[in-house]
């Protein structure tokens, strides 16, 4: 288990190179707004393979997985599989050659999954209508254990149940984070906090890091605290093409490249080749698509400020013990309780 107060900052590389290993159940933490493409990027170029990967609204993070021949097997909500079975992507195309394997859940099946492994549950009641679907019929490399059904030991009803998602890593990027990987979002949340709280590890990439009192000042706002968090790594526009609130919109320019590019293996190729393994890093990306299609491209992506209203967080104070070490209440010190407790034969080693 890591530490509150650990400087955990490293590169992209230092953080997939230490905690994702080959053979690992990954989860993309990012639903529908913003994916951690950076991270997803480092993962492909560091050639990592045989991925059971958990994504509940597989965009182009998952199909760059896939391209880059790092899924073996996939357990998902939603892939846009744009152009069908004709005109799809690697998804589409791995799935015609045999060479993953998918199980397929409602949103609801799949968040209960990530909600049971954050709470500590082996498994989640769920609703039972799915039953009557393709979903519980169809099952692939989950066998009986993509559903199952039990007895409620309370009124003997047959009872639903998802089993529980603890994937080995989690990747997600958030707004900002401090040195020790306090995680700050604000947004649709989703299934974001569940699915990061539910894995083993978690490596947390960020449009900025900032100092712990800028997180102290929103408590709120952290939905990954350090203690849980293995890695952080600054990352400005490191979600791109996607979007993060209140830093930058999505690229719908680059976005269309990559899903035209993604119909044909040869095509999505020479994507990968320059856009991913051909960039280093994520600094080096962003300096490519400046040098190719002009800062201006960027610059009317970035948000335009829209704060909230400031919330006071002020108490008359924060302990119970003053600034002269004497408890509040009772106008004594530590020392002072301890041996009236003791006298009273009310202290226990």
Not at 51 to 59: A, R
Request: glycine share 8%; charged share 25%.
């Amino acid at each position: 288990m890591t530490q509150n107060n650990e400087n955990k900052v490293m590169s992209g590389r230092e953080a997939v190179s230490s905690f994702v290993h080959d053979g690992d159940e990954l989860i993309i933490g990012n639903y529908t707004v913003g994916t951690c493409t950076e991270l997803v990027f480092e993962i492909c170029r560091q050639q990592k393979e045989n991925f059971t990967l958990y994504s509940q609204s597989g965009i182009l993070d998952v199909d760059i997985l896939v391209n880059a021949g790092c899924v073996d097997r996939l357990v998902t909500t939603y892939v846009m599989r744009s152009g069908g079975k004709t005109g799809g992507g690697a998804v589409e195309r791995a799935l015609q050659d045999g060479s993953i394997e998918m199980e397929d859940y409602t949103n609801f099946n799949y968040n209960a999954r990530l909600a049971a492994g954050m709470h500590g549950f082996t498994f989640m009641p769920v609703l039972e209508g799915v039953m009557k679907t393709d979903l519980f019929k169809k099952r692939s490399f989950m066998g009986k254990d993509k559903y199952r059904v039990i007895e409620c030991p309370y009124t003997g009803k047959k009872v639903l149940t998802v089993p529980a998602a603890n994937p080995d890593v989690c990747i997600v990027h958030v707004q900002r984070a401090d040195k020790y990987g306090n995680a700050q979002y604000w947004g649709a949340l989703g299934s974001v906090a569940a699915a990061a709280l539910c894995s083993d590890r978690i490596i947390v990439s960020c449009e900025e890091i900032v100092d712990h009192d800028v997180i102290k000042r929103s408590p709120n706002f952290t939905i990954i605290p350090a203690f849980r968090v293995n890695a952080v790594v600054e990352a400005p526009w490191g979600v791109h093409p996607t979007e993060v609130l209140g830093y930058y919109n999505r690229d719908l320019f680059f976005y269309g490249m990559f899903t035209n590019a993604n119909t044909r293996a040869d095509k999505v190729k020479e994507w990968m080749d320059e856009w991913v393994y051909g960039c280093p890093d994520r600094e080096t990306y962003i300096n490519h698509y400046i040098n190719k299609y002009g800062s201006g491209m960027l610059d009317r992506l970035r948000a335009k400020p829209f704060y909230s209203a400031p919330a006071n967080y002020g108490a008359a104070f924060t302990s119970a013990w003053d600034e002269k070490g004497k408890e509040r209440s009772m106008g004594i010190t530590l020392d002072e309780m301890e041996k009236l407790l003791d006298e009273r034969g009310m202290l226990y080693e």
